[in-house]
């Protein structure tokens, strides 16, 4: 999307693509540095990192090396430059495992105020890590950082639960988890083009949940029957398609402060899941069961 505006984009990654003209570590201090001295860096894009699946095939060093080091050494290299800084965090680093197991009678309505936080997993102690190193560099070094917590927007099979198919699964989850991955995208423009206003920002990305916080209960209790009220045609639909929705909604992500506070506007909500689905039209979520992470398709060859 930056290429596609005429900007000038250097793509850094540890496996080769037609996208990444630098081939390397963002651990690799010295590295990050040379880009830095050799580029005319004017904002950057925190995206690499180990994540969730990574967690099968990595230690937990791996990840504080990747995740907190990596974005420390950019945060550095940014700030000498004073380049506007956005790092792409998760959503995943506020699940608890109380969170995690729906220990709660009711839903849990997850905003940026949201806390206090116990991550579960190494992937999201070393991304809420990140983020305290991103909010600190602002505060000690003046850098401008948009921090965007995201919620899923993997093209992949889910790799906990497969009683759905995917594309039903990911349908649903634009109820209350998901966002395309051009939204995901746009985004991350928008935060970049914010980040010398906000000073430091952090912003939960999730598409635009049909539901409200009073509807916590019942959504708990009887998610298909507060769906029907918000959208009288989802259970046709659905039944056209063989699919299922929800029975309960253990979370929501509230994705709406970024449109309130930077005006960024989502393309993609369930309801233009549901209308796509209704004409017959492709889905505005790429589901891709075959798809692989660069780093295993690089690793397996
Ligand atoms: N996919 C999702 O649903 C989702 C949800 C929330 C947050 N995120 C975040 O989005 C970002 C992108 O994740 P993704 O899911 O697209 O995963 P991905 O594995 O496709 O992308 C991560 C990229 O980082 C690269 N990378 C890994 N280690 C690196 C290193 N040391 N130096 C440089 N590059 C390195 C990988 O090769 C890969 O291309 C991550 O920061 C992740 O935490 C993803």
């Known amino acids: 999307m930056l290429r596609l505006r005429g900007q000038p984009v250097i793509g850094m990654d540890v496996v080769p693509s037609e996208r990444t003209d630098v081939v390397g570590s963002v651990v690799d201090r010295a590295l990050v540095g040379r880009v830095f001295s050799e580029n005319d860096i004017t904002g950057v894009i925190h995206a690499g990192a180990l994540h969730k699946p990574d967690i099968a095939r990595h230690s937990p060093q791996a990840f504080i090396d990747t995740n907190v080091t990596g974005t420390l050494n950019l945060l550095d290299a940014a700030a000498a430059v004073q380049a506007p800084f956005v790092f792409t965090s998760t959503t995943s680093l506020m699940i608890s495992q109380a969170l995690r197991d729906e220990l709660y009678d009711r839903t849990v309505w997850l905003d940026e105020d949201y806390g206090p936080l116990a991550p579960r997993n190494i992937y999201g102690v070393t991304k809420l890590a990140a983020e305290g190193l991103c909010r600190q560099c602002h505060l000690t070094r003046g850098l401008n950082v948009v921090v965007l917590r995201t919620a899923r927007f993997f093209p992949e ?123 017959g039209l492709a889905s505005p979520l790429v589901h891709d069961a075959d798809y692989v992470s660069p780093q295993v398709a690089h690793a397996t060859g």
Do not use: C
């Not at 000073?199 to 998610?223: C, E, N, Q, W």
């Not at 989802?234 to 930077?262: C, F, H, M, N």
């Open 157 to 279: 099979e889910d790799d906990t639960t497969r009683t759905l198919s995917g594309p039903n699964l990911k349908t649903n989850e634009l109820l209350n988890r998901r966002a395309s991955v051009q939204d995901m995208a746009r985004a991350h423009l928008a935060a970049l083009d914010k980040a010398a206003d906000v000073g430091f920002g952090l912003y939960i990305v999730s598409a635009p949940t049909p539901f409200s916080k009073t509807d916590r209960v019942m959504l708990h209790r009887d998610a298909q029957k507060v769906i029907a009220g918000y959208l009288p045609d989802a259970r046709r639909v659905y039944a056209q398609k063989g699919w299922s929705l929800p029975k309960t909604i253990g979370r929501v992500y509230d994705g709406s402060r970024i449109t309130r506070e930077l005006g960024f506007t989502y393309e993609t909500t369930f309801a233009d899941a549901l209308n796509a689905a209704m004409r």
